[in-house]
């Protein structure tokens, strides 16, 4: 039963219970009434027969009478008074309840206060940690997990006759990373001549006004020399790439020495997610 229906019938009772304390008072001072007229001519009789000549008969009867009508109308006086006193007992425990009742509104008003005050704190934090993990992911240097370079390996196993020669900025350490990242997995692919990735000077056109100059590409690109087995080596490292997130480009112009090589060039990492962070913005994105 919740509060309000108890507090009702709470209420109900102590209506009922007034109204019988009342039909109790009237019911004694109904037997006060009756005695007093009960004794109303004995007592003057046991008087008269006293003065006679002393017997206990009338004296018995005026103490008998006097004790009885006394006590019924002392009893009577008791339940007036109680009957108040209870009245007086009831409004100061109503007035407790009432207090009470608002004591425990004020606390649950706090409590979603401070609900709603640590749901706040907690979706601030939330939200921090997204912003902080996104910053993190536009930053973190591409890498290839060993299951990736396993998957890899066993992907490319077909094109292990093919010679592949990396590059990178010199001054880039995590181009250099990613590109012995992939060199090891091709290595991994029993490629038989996987060269050590080979760092270069990019050289830029200067003192010249700026907007002289092109930016300065990104991501992965991928070189062929004329023949399709190079081609298809070069599609494959492309595809797989692009499967675990990372932005590749296949240059449409191929190379043009005679011997079948793939050049895999590793520029600076683009901007925004790469990899599985990549992967997982995009699935998001979509649904």
Do not use: C
């Not at 009756?34 to 009789?45: D, N």
């Not at 409004?91 to 009742?101: E, P, R």
């Not at 649950?108 to 709603?116: H, L």
């Not at 990396?166 to 001549?193: M, P, T």
């Amino acid at each position: 039963m919740d509060l309000p229906a108890l507090q009702h019938t709470v209420d109900d009772l102590e209506k009922s219970l007034t109204s019988l304390e009342f039909w109790l008072l009237i019911a004694t001072l109904l037997v006060v009434v009756g005695l007093v007229v009960e004794y109303w001519h004995e007592i003057p009789e046991a008087v008269t027969q006293l003065k006679r000549a002393w017997t206990w008969k009338p004296f018995l009867v005026i103490v008998g009478s006097a004790l009885i009508t006394m006590g019924v109308a002392g009893e009577l006086a008791v339940q007036f008074l109680a009957s108040r006193k209870e009245t007086k007992l009831r409004k100061a425990n109503d007035a407790v309840f009432s207090i009470l009742n608002s004591n425990a509104a004020e606390a649950a008003e706090r409590a979603a206060k401070a609900e709603k005050e640590t749901a706040s704190l907690n979706k601030l934090a939330e939200d921090e940690r997204l912003a902080r993990i996104k910053i993190e992911e536009d930053v973190a240097w591409r890498r290839l997990t060993d299951g990736q370079k396993t998957e890899m390996a066993s992907r490319l196993k077909s094109f292990s006759n093919e010679t592949a020669l990396f590059q990178y900025n010199v001054n880039d350490l995590e181009a250099d990373s990613f590109a012995s990242d992939v060199a090891s997995a091709l290595q991994r692919g029993n490629w038989k001549k996987v060269l050590e990735p080979l760092a270069v000077m990019s050289m830029r056109e200067g003192p010249v006004p700026l907007g002289t100059n092109a930016p300065l590409e990104r991501g992965v690109i991928i070189v062929s020399t004329s023949d399709q087995a190079s081609h298809n080596a070069s599609d494959a490292i492309r595809n797989i790439l692009e499967k675990f997130g990372f932005d590749v480009t296949r240059r449409p112009k191929d190379d043009p020495r005679s011997n079948s090589m793939v050049f895999i060039v590793v520029e600076h990492r683009p901007e925004g997610p790469q990899g599985e962070a990549k992967l997982r913005h995009k699935a998001d994105r979509t649904k």
